[in-house]
């Protein structure tokens, strides 16, 4: 079973059966509107909490997309260079844009769950 914490930056990490996904939440993509391009670090790269380790270009704006939590990148969605349009569909599933190793997984705990970030966003 899946869970997913947020982040006060509209980021979210989904942990699913050990491994983590990182992306950016419903919300966040909402504001942004049809996303045109996503640019995404490269596997085996490390970051700090807060570190930008994404950025996002849509029709309105270009976002950066920050840490929760300190990090490794294990893998990163390819699918999203030629359907970056997968993050408006689907932001919190196929559209996560980084597989990562957590540096400390007990981190995990302290993000906002679902019902913290709904009440965060409003």
């Not at 989904?14 to 049809?34: M, P, T, V």
């Not at 929760?68 to 260079?81: D, G, S, T």
Request: net charge negative; proline share 3%; charged share 30%.
């Amino acid at each position: 079973m899946a869970e997913t914490r947020y982040y006060k930056t509209h980021e979210y990490i989904r942990e699913e059966g050990g491994r983590y996904f990182l992306g950016i939440s419903e919300y966040a993509q909402k504001e942004l509107g049809d996303i045109t391009f996503v640019e995404l670090p490269s596997a085996g790269a490390e970051f700090d909490t807060d570190d930008v380790c994404c950025t996002v270009e849509s029709v309105k704006a270009v976002a950066e997309v920050n840490t929760p939590l300190a990090l490794r990148v294990k893998a990163v969605n390819e699918r999203l260079e030629d359907e970056p349009e997968l993050i408006n569909s689907d932001a919190e599933g196929e559209g996560w844009m980084i597989e990562v190793q957590l540096q400390d997984p007990g981190s995990f705990a302290t993000l906002m769950d679902e019902a913290a970030y709904d009440a965060f966003e409003k």
